[in-house]
């Protein structure tokens, strides 16, 4: 999905280069001043509105962080236009591979921090690590408790699916790392990572990873979990709203209603190679009396449609595809199961987009009362 | 579910009496003031320990109800003793047929109030309906929007999946009915209380009908949304965790995992006639590559355990059955799935139990500590 967006700087090129040129302070008496984040313009091609996943970040949080920057005003040539395309994954991998050693650094004051405070008989226990669920988008859907520990946390780690609202509400001097996931993405950098969580952990800093939705459902937690846990440390999970129940009460869509549905599925569209052919078999999927939701499932789509109708279920099951579901920029595609991958090709949707496929689709007051207004664009905002 | 509850009245038959005795005074200047709830103190007859879902409203919200008991007091003999056991269903009918007559006089108030307003130039707009999922229990898993919504409800109708925690949240001066359905709830009740949520949005009120969970997830919300929305009224919905969410992050199982689940499926254990059959045909639920989840389960769980080792999940599958999942209360049967039912009887586990069934409870099961 990451291939959509290009990268670019949304700036012009003078604010850079000024940036570039000044350092900023470090102060190792009290690190925690130390904002460290690092983030790129990401702007969809195909989307005339904003995402609002990504692209507020860039200006503001660049002049807060330029001292990362005057080291890569080193390694490469300066822009000179916005629309000059940085390879993504070596740039991705270069954000984390910069920021390591200043985090490296902060981790250093904390430990030493924590050594005074045991000889002052201050009590120091270790660290706490949460997998956090930040919902579908809007900040609004946060839990209580997923509010109290971000805005606790001293260092959170997101990825593009976590919505700069969400994102705002860090406390000031919090430090964010973004860690998102491109494909051939390093696993080098990955196993970095885990190592740079679980040393914080050790000196008693409260990290929070923050996911997209709910953390166990398709958010790869268990395997954050899995790790973490291996080197002994205990994660503690905060559900959130997953894509699905999000979207589906912005729509007024019932997963399970009494006659029509009485079971939801979810799926991933995820294929394991990245290519078109979704991961599991669709067999047992193609269930009349069940509403499937799927996440991720743009690119596997019409392999997946197809084959849900060769395995029974109706052409014309109703079917709705969300993209940025309860953001401002949400935008849907009502449709047959049969035109589906069409319209959404016509509307040129983007990820991160849930595809909702049932009867139960049409029981929501936004779906279009003929099979000719099958092709309107709903806002549901 | 609700034949495992016994109906009993939790304190001594003093206060009891003395609460019958005086009657609340009704001031129609400030209808919102007049606090309306009632809510026996259903206490499970196989958990010793209190239930979180009910048992706290039972006498704090019984003193400020009393004058419903007044009325009541002439209908049926006093008990006297904690002991009896009242007829759930006649209860639950006789305590919304009280209360109806009452939020009807509000009603009239509402209006009356609302007509003064219209004719002082005052913006009147039509109510706001919420259909509002409040998690699983735990207060700290609702949303900040849900949280809003409740704290400016006018009217909150609730059921037994709301916890107590979560009702504590209202306004001091909003009025709570309890709409729990019962095997057998008479329908002409349940058209009543539409026909009232209607009348409440009409006359400018915030009405919010409180889910446990998620609404749009075996909640019902569809059918209630309907009704509403025949009526023109606009009913939004604010998502909840669902159990199945909720429960996973206290437990942390994942419930899809790489090489282990690519899929996660939401069942109910309902049968149509409340019997023990589970309503939907587990073929193609027994996917030993998808998670299992299945909502209100317990009574339905043997004949589909059964039917789904049939289908061809393995015997040796692991299995959790989590009682009053994410409160104190919380209790956890782990198993394999060709024992799971017989360890649920010996544990005399109740509802609301959430029973997850893949291979994503393995990793679980070493490390995790039984409590029973």
Redesign the interface.
Known sequence: MALLYRLSFSSSSSPLSSACNSIKQFNPISPKSFICSLHFNDTSSSSSSSSPFTEKHSFERYQRDQWVYSSLQHNRPEPTSPSVSLDADSTRRNDIALQLPELKKLLQVLREKREEDRVGAEKCGPGNVYLV?T?PG????????A??VIQKADLLLYDRLVSNDVLDLVAPNARLLYVGKTAGYHSRTQEEIHELLLSFAEVGATVVRLKGG?????G????E??FLQQKGIQ?K??????AA??I???L???????G?A???????GHSRKGGTDP??VA???A?P??TLVVYMGLSTLPSLALKLMHHGLPPHTPAAAIERGTTPQQRIVFSELKDLADKIGVEELVSPTLIIIGK?VS?S?FWPISSKEATCLAEAK
């Open positions: 669920g919902g809007d900040p609004d859907l946060l839990t209580l408790k509010m109290k709910d953390p166990l459902v398709f790869r937690g268990g395997e979990m899995d994660v999970v905060i559900p959130g709203i997953t129940s999000g589906a009460a912005e007024g869509i019932p997963l399970t209603h009494r029509v009485n079971s939801v599925r979810f799926l991933t991961l599991f067999e047992n999927a269930d009396d069940s139960v029981l007051p």
